[in-house]
Structures are given as structure tokens and as C-alpha cells.
């Protein structure tokens, strides 16, 4: 079955300093693969979409790149703020033809001032 | 935020109680979703809606049940609720595939 993995454990960064998340995914072949931010109580919010056929996507501090060789993503906060501080979630959809997402279980960011 | 509501916001139940959640959208989206989050499974999906009538099984379909007889409203029904039912659920639309998804700010639901 498919399986996607982001680290368990918190990420703890100094502010000012590159954030890096990575999502893994196995027995499966997305179509693109989108980033969210959730903060506690909150509903997931939408950061960025990526391709297949693109390799690097960017907004604003914000990039993600998509290996789907090795079926990974890679999602970096460029100079991190604590307002950056939140947990990140991977979610690959378009395999088989339709729309839906699968997430993974999140990433924390904990930006210290 | 896109104009998403749901209803109640919090729940307390016991079990064997019928459940529906509601999932109101003023942004006339065709994808309506239900997603569960559960700490250690993250977002799984429960069912989901391609139109008005049009609805289809997620992962973790059993035990709900969904109708959809507008396009702004999509109820999620729990016939009988049970423990492993507790959880923070989230409705989430979209406009077409591959369209990013917008969320709800969540139902927490405690079956006792």
C-alpha cells in the first residue's frame, strides 16, 4: 500500500536559518505533490503545488523541489521566523487519475527566536 | 479564509448515538471532502464529493455515511458512534483536480 513518510520529530531552528523538511513516498506515482501549514486547532492551510514535470517551485520565502526518481520532496523556509513555527504536512494526489490527496502525518517547525 | 463552516464545533456523545456533522461552503466548489485527524494517522480521508449526489468512499469509510443534495452542503453522518470514533474531523473543498484544497476549521467529536 502507498506510504508517506515526513520525520516524526520536531525540528528545532534558529531564526534566520533555512528550515528543511523532506516527504518520502513509496508504492506510489503521484501526478503533483502539495505542501500545507497547519497550526494547533487550526484546519490545514494550502502553501504550494509542484508537478511531476517541475523540478523546483518557489514562493516567496518558501521553496519545494520534486524527485520523483527518488520519490521525494523537499521543502525549505528560507530565513525562519518564529511566526514560521507550525507543523507542515505533505500530501501527494493525482495517482490513478483522480484528485485525491494522501497526507503524511506532518512535520513540526519550532523557529527559536 | 474561503468560506467554510462547520457544525457543531464541538461534540460530546455516547456511544451507539447517530452523529451528523455538517460542512457549509459559500464558495459554490464541486470537491467537498471529510478528512479525520488522529494523532499518529494524520489526515485520512473519509469520503469525498464530485457534485450534488455524486459522492464516493476514502480509506477509512466505515462506519460513515455521507449525502450531498446541495453543492454548499455536505453532511457527514455517524449512524451509531463509536469510542474509536473520537476525533477531530475536517470538511475541505475544491474546484476541480488537482486544485489545492481549502479546510474547514475542524469538529472535535469525543464518543464516550
Known amino acids: 500500500s502507498q506510504k508517506i513518510e515526513q520525520n516524526s520529530e520536531a525540528l528545532n531552528i534558529q531564526e534566520g536559518k533555512t528550515a528543511t523538511l523532506t516527504c518520502n513516498y513509496t508504492?506510489?506515482?503521484?501526478?503533483?505533490l502539495q505542501w500545507y501549514r497547519q497550526d494547533p486547532g487550526r484546519g490545514p492551510v494550502f502553501l504550494l503545488l509542484?508537478?511531476?514535470?517541475?523540478k523546483e517551485k518557489r514562493k516567496e520565502r518558501l521553496k519545494v523541489t520534486f524527485d520523483t526518481t527518488l520519490k521525494q520532496s523537499l521543502f525549505h523556509i528560507t530565513a525562519s521566523q518564529p511566526a514560521d513555527s507550525a507543523t507542515y504536512l505533505c500530501?501527494?494526489?493525482?495517482?490513478?487519475?483522480?484528485?485525491?490527496?494522501?497526507f503524511g502525518k506532518g512535520n513540526q517547525v519550532v523557529v527559536i527566536p | 479564509d474561503a468560506g467554510i463552516t462547520q457544525s457543531p464545533r464541538h461534540k460530546v456523545t455516547e456511544t451507539g448515538t447517530p452523529v451528523t456533522l455538517r460542512c457549509h461552503q459559500t464558495?459554490?466548489?464541486?470537491?467537498m471532502y471529510w478528512y479525520r485527524q488522529d494523532p499518529g494517522h494524520g489526515l485520512r480521508l473519509i469520503h469525498y464529493?464530485?457534485?450534488?449526489?455524486?459522492?464516493d468512499k476514502g480509506e477509512v469509510s466505515d462506519g460513515y455515511s455521507v449525502s450531498r443534495s446541495k453543492t454548499e452542503d455536505f453532511l457527514l453522518t455517524l449512524e451509531s458512534a463509536t469510542s474509536s470514533q473520537t476525533s477531530v474531523y475536517f470538511c475541505?473543498?475544491?474546484?476541480?483536480?488537482?486544485?489545492?484544497?481549502?479546510f474547514g476549521p475542524g469538529t472535535r467529536l469525543t464518543v464516550l
Open positions: 464529493s464530485y457534485g450534488v449526489k455524486d459522492t
Open positions: 500530501a501527494p494526489g493525482g495517482a490513478y487519475g483522480n484528485n485525491r490527496l494522501a
Open positions: 475541505a473543498i475544491s474546484g476541480g483536480a488537482a486544485d489545492t484544497q481549502y
Open positions: 508504492n506510489y506515482s503521484p501526478a503533483y
Open positions: 464558495e459554490n466548489h464541486r470537491y
Open positions: 509542484i508537478r511531476e514535470n517541475e
